[in-house]
């Protein structure tokens, strides 16, 4: 059988091949139903690159920044292992000039001229933003969408809003790639001016409330939290470097404030970091949610708490294995080599409700990332090679990773070739190559009851 390493190397290319599609694609999509008819601009990330429109894909073919920000800086981390044929730099300095660029939209426009309505099928009207939200949506309040259209126009369909997390994980993309000093004069200045206006939107929007990263329930949390203090604290460094005294000041009085305000989500009872402060009056069974993980391997800023250092931090993925370990068919057989395969929520239902590649993918990294400064790192790392191996077990010969793989059968399912998929596979690898070599073993994990 192919051994672990080679497999990891065949799948960086082809994760490094796949995540690259979804970069200035060059796919014309029409919405027919929408009269809409997008050709992605250079810069642009789409989500997918493959068109659906549920049928039974579903329909990603837009610019979702949280995703856009999440590929460039697995881009960051392909130039550092970079791939033939591929200029992650380039890429990168395509994508800032792309972000940059959707500063002037103004849905005003849009609403005041109403008849590109008359295009849209009588079906499909149910689904497009009325005219309040559309002028609603200028000057700053262009960082607070979810997505725009590759072609960097407006969605104009109705979406969960306002997303805080979009401006956080790209301000802390943009700052890392400004400290390698790798980048052109032009594409320097562009994104300075583009960080200095997510750390603005970031300090004065953080601690309220928002759509999560899943775009389901509106509330205060612990992801976007996370995220947010992370940028805010490396762009206050940033911003002192820069003589701007004051303005490092104000992200660094938010940062702490958001901090401070990170350790009540800890539930002692339940053993894990809570994911979420619902709206007043929401029932919510998100609790126990796998986007606190990613709020500490997206993060990822060198603070002990709140990080994959934290061992509260190490308890929820194990509450969360738990969890999955006994909920997934796919699980209840695997070999004591492999790891749980992964997903968001306990009652997910979207489309086979889990498991995500991007999950499982998370919890190997996660899992190298706490290595790094462990007192006997080994276990990590057997445990993140254990999550590698599950997701092998589904994955194709040819390397194609979709969003999820089914539950119950292991079936690739929801969309195909998911940059965030490709992106996740990039960044886990990193951190497991910023380890000392480590050696083909296997770990056993405890079986869930059935």
């Known amino acids: 059988m192919e051994s672990l390493e080679r497999w990891i190397e065949r799948q960086y290319l082809a994760s490094a091949s796949g995540m690259v599609r979804s970069i200035s694609c060059n796919v014309v999509r029409t919405r027919d139903g929408f009269g809409q008819v997008v050709n992605p601009r250079k810069g642009s990330i789409v989500a997918s690159p493959v068109p659906g429109a549920y049928d039974p894909e579903p329909d990603y073919f837009f610019h979702w920044y949280r995703d856009a920000a999440l590929v460039a800086e697995a881009l960051r981390l392909l130039r550092e292992h970079p791939v033939p044929g591929i200029d992650a730099g380039l890429h990168f300095a395509d994508f800032v000039h792309f972000s940059a660029s959707l500063a002037p939209l103004d849905g005003r426009v849009l609403a005041a001229q109403p008849e590109w309505r008359d295009r849209v099928a009588d079906g499909f009207r149910q689904y497009l933003r009325t005219d309040a939200d559309l002028a609603a949506v200028h000057g700053a309040m262009v960082a607070a969408e979810t997505r725009v259209n590759p072609d960097g126009s ?104 958001i ?63 738990e969890l999955f370990d006994a909920a997934y068919a796919i699980n209840r057989a695997r070999p004591p080599e492999r790891a749980p395969a992964m997903g968001r929520y306990a009652g997910d239902v979207y489309f ?26 080994a276990s990590l790392i057997e445990r993140g090679d254990a999550y590698l191996r599950t997701v092998r077990a589904f994955t194709p010969a040819n390397g194609e990773l979709a969003e999820q793989f089914d539950q119950r059968t292991g079936e690739q399912r929801s969309a195909r070739h998911l940059a965030w998929s490709y992106a996740a596979f990039i960044t886990c690898i990193a951190a497991r190559r910023s380890l000392k070599a480590p050696a083909e073993t296997s770990v056993r994990f405890r079986k869930s009851p059935a």
Not at 168 to 173: D, E, H, N, S
């Open 259 to 321: 901090e401070r305000q990170l350790d009540d989500y800890w539930d002692a009872e339940q053993g894990h970091y809570r994911s979420r402060v619902p709206e007043p009056g929401t029932v919510t069974h998100k609790q126990l949610d796998f986007s606190v993980i990613f709020a500490a391997i997206h993060a990822d800023d060198g603070a002990a708490s709140h990080s994959p250092d934290d061992p509260r931090m190490v308890a929820t993925l194990s509450r969360l294995e």
């Open 154 to 257: 407006l969605d104009r369909s109705k979406w969960p809003r306002p997303q805080h997390d979009g401006s956080a994980l790209r301000a802390i993309t943009v700052l890392r790639w400004l400290e390698q000093r790798c980048l052109d004069a032009d594409t320097t200045a562009a994104a300075e001016l583009l960080l200095l206006g997510d750390l603005d939107y970031v300090r004065r929007r953080a601690r309220t409330a928002c759509y999560d990263i899943w775009e389901e329930e509106l509330g205060i949390h612990y992801y976007i939290l996370r995220v947010s203090a992370a940028a805010l604290r490396s762009g206050a460094a940033w911003l002192t470097a820069r003589g701007a005294a004051a303005a490092a000041l104000g992200c660094r009085l938010e940062s702490d404030a």
């Open 352 to 377: 086979s409700g889990g498991a995500y590649y991007f999950s499982t993918l998370g919890a190997a990294e996660f899992c190298f990332k706490a290595a790094r400064h462990a007192a006997q790192p």
